[in-house]
């Protein structure tokens, strides 16, 4: 199967490049349905189990997934539940079918499907431009509570892949093609990213 991982700054665009890529190539596409299959299977709500994803783990002792997490504590061990889930089911869908995967770190649960894995990022102006571009009605942020956010959410991101590998998260040696999307509109490069893609899977280059 060929596999796409897309990892991404907040507000980088990251998620519209995933989509657009995925409708050109005819892969699926998954983003909020991984989150949306774990709560489901843990009876919680979408919105605690992204938090606690993106927040609960333990992080003084990076591992790797597959190695024994009996040492956690009671809210440690809910978390790793959690993510045990969300890998598998990372695992059943990117064995199904051409994919795309937003997130969730996949380039690094899915590294054994040798997938092809992009890092998008862009600078903080441009990154709050599109922000606020998609923000929802009444949503209000002073420029540095924005700025606050989109630093918060990326350092999730990275406490995330560093429970699960010492890859350091956004470093250029993680990824096959690293995207700079400040002041780039994501519809004009899409084809582009797909078409690096389509020679990547052709040439088996990754």
């Known amino acids: 199967m060929n596999i796409i991982t897309i990892s991404r700054e907040f507000g980088s665009g990251g998620r519209e490049l995933g989509k657009r890529i995925s409708d050109i190539l005819g892969y699926s596409y998954y983003d909020r349905e991984i989150i949306s299959a774990v709560a489901d299977k843990h009876d919680f709500d979408e919105r605690y189990v992204e938090q606690v994803l993106e927040s609960a783990f333990p992080i003084s002792v990076p591992i790797s997934y597959g190695k024994t997490f009996s040492y956690a504590d009671a809210t440690g061990q809910q978390a790793l539940e959690l993510l045990t889930s969300q890998c598998s089911f990372l695992k059943e869908a990117a064995e199904k079918n051409n994919c795309v995967i937003v997130g969730r ?8 499907m040798n997938p092809l894995n992009i890092f ?14 998609r923000a929802a009605e009444g949503e209000t942020y002073t420029d540095n509570q924005l700025k606050r956010k989109i630093r918060q959410i990326d350092a999730g991101r990275a406490r995330h892949q560093r429970f699960l590998s010492d890859k350091k998260w956004g470093d250029k040696a993680g990824y096959n093609l ?12 899409a084809p582009i990213v797909a078409d690096f893609a389509k020679h990547c899977f052709e040439s088996d280059v990754k």
């Open 105 to 112: 770190s996949a380039n690094i649960i899915l590294e054994d």
């Open 120 to 133: 998008v990022y862009a600078d903080m102006e441009s990154k709050m431009k599109r922000c606020r571009s």
């Open 178 to 189: 690293c995207i700079n999307t400040s002041n780039l509109e994501i519809k004009a490069i």
